[in-house]
């Protein structure tokens, strides 16, 4: 069994509900991107490619257990939004709404027995893969 971490990837739809398509959507509109809080939570974002290699590794395999597949590298939100102003070549505006009760301060998997059983871990970085992903959207 797969427990599979925020991915994202090219034809997500925007409204979906995570970060990122949303923020893909926004910037393309000329909007501001809209963050809960202040943006200093983390969160861990894994490229779909990096994801389905950790799939077919995982299905390969003998292991009858779940197995976190994700990124566990952590970027803040306003890491995020440098890296999306960086891509589209301008400051994107925040919009800061109240923080969610429930919104967790940290959201990074363990994958410690993906890389030991499976030998698999992300190679994409966050960058590498926004760029992809901007590209086939063609949001840039």
């Known amino acids: 069994m797969a427990r599979i971490f925020n991915s994202y990837g090219p034809r997500m739809r925007s409204n979906d509900g995570r970060i990122i398509p949303q923020w893909m959507?926004?910037?393309?509109?000329g909007e501001a991107l809209t963050v809960h809080g202040t943006g200093k939570q983390t969160r861990s974002f894994c490229?779909?490619?990096d994801l389905i290699l950790g799939i077919l590794a995982l299905l390969e395999s003998s292991l009858h257990q779940p197995i976190n597949l994700g990124n566990p590298q952590e970027s803040s939100l306003l890491?995020?939004?440098a890296?999306?102003?960086k891509l589209f070549q301008r400051n994107l505006p925040l919009h800061h709404l109240p923080?969610?009760?429930?919104d967790p301060k940290r959201r990074c998997p363990d994958i410690t027995q993906a890389r030991e059983k499976l030998s698999w871990s992300p190679?994409?970085?966050l960058e590498q893969g926004l760029t992809l992903t901007f590209k086939s959207n063609d949001a840039m």
């Open 123 to 125: 190679s994409i970085s």
């Open 99 to 102: 923080e969610r009760p429930d």
């Open 25 to 29: 959507y926004q910037a393309q509109q």
């Open 47 to 49: 490229y779909i490619d």
């Open 79 to 81: 890491e995020l939004h």
């Open 83 to 85: 890296i999306f102003s």
